[in-house]
Nanobody, 127 residues
């Protein structure tokens, strides 16, 4: 069983940047694809990005494409979500999640395909 642990997040001004991290013990993330989701109060989770286990493929949702970047550390034990040009609409709780299958263009955003979830971290974009 994989237990992702998230770090990062917090308060930032509009136009600023934040980096979220997702890690697991024993280099468990090395062998799995990782997705990033976000959820506003009272709404469902929205898939915003996913990265394959080899980091050869990344996917982004329209609202974050060009502003957010998902990457893996060189040792592949941590996955990052670099968030730039943040907007007030980005103020939600962010989650990383691990899936054991390869994400594809048609399903990388499907939360049902991710088995292990981080604890969530709040991002607040405000002046």
């Amino acid at each position: 069983q994989v237990q992702p642990v998230q770090s990062g997040g917090g308060l930032v001004q509009p136009g600023g940047s934040l980096t979220l991290s997702c890690a697991a013990s024993g280099h468990q993330l090395d062998a799995h694809a990782v997705g990033w989701f976000r959820q506003a109060p009272g709404k469902g989770r929205e898939g915003i990005s996913s990265i394959s286990k080899s980091a050869g493929r990344t996917y982004y949702a329209g609202p974050v494409k060009g502003r957010f970047t998902t990457s893996r550390a060189s040792a592949k034990s941590t996955v990052f979500l670099q968030m730039n040009s943040l907007k007030p609409d980005d103020t939600v709780t962010y989650y990383c999640a691990v899936r054991t299958s390869m994400p594809g263009a048609s399903d990388w955003w499907d939360e049902e395909l991710y088995a292990y979830w981080g604890q969530g971290t709040q991002v607040t974009v405000s002046p």
